[in-house]
């Protein structure tokens, strides 16, 4: 899905990826693609804000600790990645980049998520929001104003609980919530249903020991992913989920027998990884 949203971004094939801000700056009005990653910066450049028909920007794996207030500055921008940096918190002004469908905000330390969220719920075209390993415990209902998502990266995280207004995301499509051994499907599943266009859901490394029956109420499901975690079965109901077409159960405590009856008694159009 991301892939598929970068190509139809208004970037031409031909963009140059510029890899220097000064390389950039002598050709400014022309640059839209600049990467900026693991470059060991402190601070924000400022001469970015320069560059008016950015389209996309990478700054990730760096040590920013706060970006500009001016940051509507780019107001072009589709893709930006602050993914590995030092993050606290997003400046208001981040609520005027209209035109961001992209965002990549992994592995930061965010004090207000809250805060956070309800910005990114002002940005009408966001689809794709990565915060994956910012140690996030409780998701604010705010996230339930990102009303355009369709793909949404939580992993590494200790979320128990998703708040119930997640089920307002009526366009999401892929959800991840891996690595994350606080995360209980049992109280979830309710929620989790209600997302009417949740076709992909990945929850690898959660150390969970059943699937909950009602796994069958997540009508739209066609990919689940659920390895490395401690399974010894499957539940009978997952052969109510009529789209599904890929299950992953590797690196589980499933039983050979067990292998065979699922591989018998799955319908034949669905492929499933042991």
Do not use: C
Request: proline share 4%; glycine share 2%; aromatic share 6%.
């Amino acid at each position: 899905l991301i892939s598929v949203l970068i190509q139809q971004s208004v970037l031409g094939q031909n963009s140059r990826n510029f890899k220097s801000i000064a390389e950039a700056l002598r050709t400014r009005d022309s640059v839209q693609w600049l990467t900026l990653r693991n470059q060991n910066l402190n601070e924000f450049p400022e001469e970015i804000l320069a560059l008016k028909n950015l389209r996309y920007l990478d700054i990730a794996s760096n040590n920013i600790k706060t970006l500009p207030e001016n940051i509507d500055r780019l107001n072009q921008l589709f893709y930006f990645d602050l993914s590995g940096n030092k993050l606290s918190k997003l400046p208001d002004n981040f609520r005027g980049l209209q035109t961001l469908r992209n965002l990549y905000l992994d592995y930061n330390l965010p004090q207000n998520i809250d805060s956070d969220i309800q910005i990114l719920g002002e940005l009408p075209l966001l689809k794709v929001l990565e915060i994956s390993g910012n140690s996030i415990q409780l998701l604010p209902a705010s996230i339930g104003n990102l009303r355009n998502l369709e793909f949404l990266e939580l992993s590494n995280s200790q979320i128990e609980t998703l708040p119930t207004e997640i089920a307002n995301l009526a366009n999401l499509q892929v959800l991840y919530i891996n690595n994350d051994s606080r995360f209980n499907l049992s109280k979830n599943i309710g929620v989790l249903s209600l997302i009417p266009k949740l076709s992909e859901l990945h929850l690898e490394g959660d150390q969970f020991i059943r699937i909950p029956d009602e796994i069958q109420n997540l009508r739209s499901l066609e990919y689940l992913y659920l390895a490395n975690n401690s399974l010894m079965e499957l539940p009978e109901s997952i052969k109510n989920l009529k789209k599904l077409k890929f299950i992953d159960v590797s690196n589980n405590n499933l039983p050979h027998i067990l292998l065979d009856q699922y591989r018998e008694d799955l319908s034949p159009t669905i492929k499933i990884k042991f």
